[in-house]
């Protein structure tokens, strides 16, 4: 009896874990630090993100079969929003060739995608491939 109480609890347990893990993951951040260095302000200007409108950064690699979706996701929200009073614009990274950025903004898995505002601020951060709804709403309140 006691044996199936604690299979029945680790069970439970797992599965609580899971559920936590898989709620966690993809989903987009707001940026609460805004870590500003001279460095990280040089490799941004350099890849080109501040500028007239909000842009969105994409980190990818030859060998990344989630960049293909991610590439396809934000070539179609940023299409949607070429309208926009500020539209948004599209940068690819490869992380092979810009390690230094990479490093500065913290990317540690592939693929990776951030929101800049005009200012070249970071505004959100996504871990995965991002749900073009997600990215959508997190471009709509810059580009007005």
């Not at 899971?18 to 490799?43: F, H, I, K, M, Q």
């Not at 926009?84 to 903004?105: C, K, T």
């Amino acid at each position: 009896m006691i044996e199936a109480v604690v299979v029945v609890l680790v069970v439970v347990a797992a599965v609580a874990v899971a559920l936590y893990l898989r709620r966690s993951r993809g989903g987009v951040r707001p940026v609460t630090l805004d870590p500003e260095t001279a460095e990280r302000a040089r490799l941004l200007a350099a890849a080109g993100v501040p500028g007239a409108g909000p842009t969105v950064l994409h980190f990818s690699a030859a060998g990344c079969g989630p960049c293909d979706a991610v590439r396809r996701v934000v070539t179609g929200v940023t299409a949607e929003l070429s309208e926009s009073p500020n539209a948004p614009r599209d940068i690819e990274i490869d992380i092979d060739a810009e390690p230094a950025l990479a490093r500065e903004l913290n990317v540690l898995s592939l693929p990776t995608t951030f929101v800049f505002d005009a200012a070249g601020k970071e505004r959100f951060r996504f871990s995965g491939v991002p749900k073009a709804g997600d990215l959508r709403t997190a471009l709509e309140s810059l580009t007005v």
